[in-house]
């Protein structure tokens, strides 16, 4: 492939302020950008998967502190806020890479990251 003749783009969207939560803008944010990348004619995806999103991580909570969750729905089953972000990026239908850069809650970050692969994986995952 010859690269000199390919068109990248790359595009951060300041959508969202401290303390966002799944319903409260983040949900929304994500199909946004998801529509922006739809709206340059992306044929692929590179998702920088900051978990640090993950409410009370240690770090981030400092910065721009998301509040993301791992959750247990009612019934037992997951509801993760995670897994809707999997479940979202796998609606835009582009092939899509994940770089796996942030979070520092290390008892929940490989829930989080896991969380985002299925719902992208398991087309039973609903947003």
Known sequence: MDLRSSHFHNSSLALLRAGAT?????GDALCRCIAKAHEFGARAL????GVDTLKGDPVATNGAG???ELGV??????????LQIGACLRGANLPT????EGGYDMDRLGR???DVLT?????????
Request: hydrophobic letters at 45%; proline letters at 3%; a negative charge.
């Open 46 to 49: 590179v998702v920088s998967l």
């Open 66 to 68: 998301f509040g993301l």
């Open 22 to 26: 799944w319903d409260g803008g983040y």
């Open 73 to 82: 729905g009612a019934s037992g089953t997951a509801c993760s806020d995670f």
């Open 112 to 114: 989080a990251v896991a």
């Open 119 to 127: 719902g992208f994986c398991d087309p039973t995952t609903v947003v």
């Open 97 to 100: 890479v994940f770089v796996q």
